[in-house]
């Protein structure tokens, strides 16, 4: 069954037992577009709504504000206003988006430490007060341009033990805290709390007992100096694969206790957090179109993390071969340069058992940067042939380019049925009005779903 979302969006409502690879399936069954080979995106708006039920289950006291640069989709960000959360915008465009949308100013954080006067400009006259800083000369800026803003000390904490760490560029050194606290007295601004962020794709939870009471000590400075903190802001780093690092699960374990160690619920303190791929990264599965192939000496790819001598790499005379496919890093696997993510090749109809032989992946544009894996054991591939990619929700399509003239890939969303009557109620909440039946040939946006028997809608808190 299809529905029409409005704007040329059409959503295939599916049934629930459907797995990734059937979708991809039917899909490829139903192109029916002037270039039938292009790669596009399976995006399962299931997942995205059962994520968010997990929040509100484990996290019950963090409000999400979903990092909009990590995937600025306009159905996702949509479904997200719908679900009562809200934004972590670092620019005037995003900042727009969102108001757009019809998010509330309130509902927006002004996260960008560093921000241009002529943005900081557009968040006063629209309303938007909630905002990070980590400097002096921010300090200044912020008091010429919005007075009124409240305000939340960004402090650098030990983002070691993340895929991306931002300490290098933001954040406040704690010596310096005091110091920024008696710059933004002296000023008149008000400071309502702290933020901080463990780094992008944290793989170790122990980084938020380090934050958590670094903030903590900076709060007592605070309340020192005659502050009235109100909100802490735990940034992101949350994990959003099945395959990470660390579940999402053990981060709570680890979170839960220390939150009500150092802000108890009897504090009255308010706690955001900042969740991008956390939200994103599963929902998304990219699939492409093999477009050329060479075949050439297996040899050729030693030192690339082959090892002679195994039973797929027999000796140096067996042919490899290098796949050319119709994305790359110049499009949704930017995230393998900017991300420092991991991707896996899946071949959409092979055999368990097909022999396997060296192979690399390379992508469209001339350049010769333009590589998504130089060693992989894959069965052999014919020009054609389809491969998809789990898991590129986070970081991918949000900074993609054109590039070489390479368009970006198509989107195709889809439901489980079961999910369904959930995001029809949140969609019509935000005022989207959902027309169904809808017969159309060939659907323009589609993708997977896997949903509970039932889901009531959960949302944010206010």
């Not at 309130?106 to 006063?124: D, G, M, T």
Request: with cysteine; aromatic share 10%.
């Amino acid at each position: 069954m299809k529905c029409s979302l409005g704007e040329d969006v059409i959503l295939d409502i599916l049934e629930d037992q459907l797995s990734c690879v059937d979708v991809i399936e039917r899909k490829l069954c139903a192109l029916g577009r002037e270039d039938p080979d292009d790669a596009f995106y399976i995006v399962n708006l299931a997942d995205v709504l059962l994520k968010h039920k997990k929040w509100v289950s484990l996290l019950p006291r963090i409000e999400p504000f979903y990092a909009m640069k990590c995937n600025c989709d306009p159905v996702v960000l949509k479904m997200l206003a719908g679900l009562g959360i809200g934004f972590d915008c670092a620019s005037k465009i995003e900042m727009q988006t969102m108001l757009g949308m019809g998010v509330p100013p309130s509902k927006i954080v002004y996260a960008n430490p560093c921000k241009q006067a002529s943005h900081l400009r557009f968040s006063e006259k629209h309303g938007i007060s909630l905002m990070t800083f980590d400097n002096e000369l921010e300090l200044h800026k912020i008091k010429e341009l919005h007075p009124a803003a409240k305000l939340l000390l960004r402090i650098r904490t030990d983002d070691s033990k993340s895929l991306c760490q931002l300490g290098i560029k933001y954040g406040a050194p704690l010596k310096q805290c005091r110091h920024l606290l008696s710059v933004a007295h002296a000023l008149n601004l008000n400071i309502i709390g702290v933020s901080f962020h463990v780094g992008s794709g944290c793989y170790d939870a122990s980084a938020y007992a380090t934050a958590i009471s670094a903030a903590r000590s900076v709060f007592n400075v605070a309340v020192e100096m005659g502050f009235e903190f109100s909100m802490l802001d735990i940034g992101g780093g949350f994990p959003g694969a099945p395959d990470a690092a660390i579940t999402f699960e053990e981060v709570c374990s680890i979170l839960n206790p220390l939150l009500e160690e150092h802000f108890p619920v009897s504090s009255g303190i308010r706690i955001i957090a900042e969740p991008g791929r956390y939200y994103s990264a599963s929902a998304f599965t990219l699939v492409v179109n093999v477009v050329a192939c060479r075949s050439v000496k297996a040899s050729q790819f030693n030192g690339n993390d082959l090892t002679i001598g195994t039973p797929e790499y027999k000796d140096s005379d067996e042919l490899g071969f290098m796949y050319y496919i119709n994305d790359g890093v110049y499009g949704s696997f930017n995230c393998l340069v900017f991300d420092h993510a991991t991707v896996h090749p899946e071949v959409f109809g092979a055999e368990q058992t097909a022999p396997k032989f060296p192979s690399s992946i390379w992508g469209p544009t001339c350049d010769s940067l333009d590589c998504i894996t130089k060693s992989a054991f894959l069965p052999k591939i014919e020009v054609g042939q389809w491969l998809y990619f789990r898991n590129m929700g986070a970081y991918t399509c949000s900074a993609a380019s054109t590039f070489n003239g390479f368009n970006k890939p198509m989107k195709y969303y889809t439901i489980s049925i079961s999910c369904w009557p959930m995001l029809k109620k949140v969609l019509e909440k935000i005022g989207l009005n959902v027309h169904w039946p809808c017969h159309i040939s060939v659907d323009h946006k589609t993708a997977i779903g896997n949903g509970p028997e039932s889901l009531e809608i959960i949302t944010s808190a206010p």
